[in-house]
């Protein structure tokens, strides 16, 4: 399955963001919360959205890939989602953040989940 692919290398991601959580945790000693480490409150932020996204995401083009869609729209909606879970981590990590990646990670992030959708629907209604 071609979703497994990308299902795997977005878990590798997240336990990426996943450690740099709890080596920031550890360096500015705090165990709950954000305290007033503006690192920590980036590296956890970054790790939620990709928590709050991916699974969705991953969910829509494992749906998808039963429809069963083109294999080069699967890669193409794959290489997007972790493309685009890797700017916008970069984006969100950086203190002087440029928005422009936090706006490109998003965007991308949410065109692969309108599609995924839409295609399920076209698939499954017509």
Not at 13 to 35: C, E, P
Not at 81 to 98: F, K, M, N, P
Not at 105 to 111: H, L, N, Q
């Amino acid at each position: 399955m071609i979703t497994g692919i990308y299902a795997a290398l977005l878990g590798l991601l997240f336990v990426i963001l996943s450690i740099r959580t709890i080596k920031s945790r550890r360096r500015n000693n705090i165990a709950l919360g954000y305290g007033d480490a503006p690192d920590l409150v980036r590296a956890a932020r970054v790790h939620a959205n990709f928590a709050e996204y991916v699974p969705l995401a991953l969910l829509l083009l494992y749906f998808l890939e039963l429809s069963p869609a083109p294999g080069g729209l699967m890669h193409g909606l794959g290489i997007v989602l972790l493309a685009s879970r890797i700017v916008h981590a970069y984006g969100v990590s950086q203190i002087d953040e440029d928005i422009r990646f936090r706006v490109a990670g998003m965007s991308g992030t949410f065109a692969v989940i309108v599609v995924a959708s839409l295609g399920i629907l076209v698939y499954r209604l017509i």
